[in-house]
């Protein structure tokens, strides 16, 4: 009889109570929390890498525009003339959700086109600016 009740208790010993899983649980939730706390700040860092990498898409794309054109397009037709000659299929937003400027000629370098991201303040002429004649 003493065998039977101690393989009894060793049974019921076994496992987790109700209350150890919510202690964990909430344990994993708060660690969950404070990851995605962190990564919000990660994010806004890869900010100004992801307007760099769009500029430097669309000054492929405009390079190929260019072989089928005399000329990259003219200030009023902007980054759009490159989905109107397929030369890409849509024009993103910045990271920031603003559309990028586009200059032909360049203000700093007056044959080749210029791309500018207005970066996090939206104003031109920041240091926030990214600018494909500045990268």
């Not at 430097?56 to 037709?77: I, V």
């Amino acid at each position: 009889m003493k065998i039977q009740s101690s393989a009894v208790r060793i049974r019921h010993r076994a496992g987790f109570t109700l209350l150890e899983m919510v202690i964990v649980l909430g344990i994993i939730a708060m660690i969950m929390g404070g990851a995605i706390f962190a990564m919000r700040n990660i994010s806004s860092q890869t900010k100004p890498t992801q307007a760099k990498a769009d500029i430097n898409a669309f000054l492929t794309a405009l390079e190929a525009y260019r072989l089928n054109h005399p000329t990259y397009p003219p200030t009023q037709e902007g980054l759009k003339a490159l989905v109107t000659s397929r030369a890409m299929t849509k024009i993103n937003l910045d990271p920031w959700g603003r559309e990028y400027v586009y200059r032909f000629p360049g203000s700093i370098d007056n044959s080749k086109p210029e791309i500018i991201s207005l970066g996090e303040d939206g104003l031109e002429h920041t240091p926030d600016d990214i600018n494909s004649q500045d990268m």
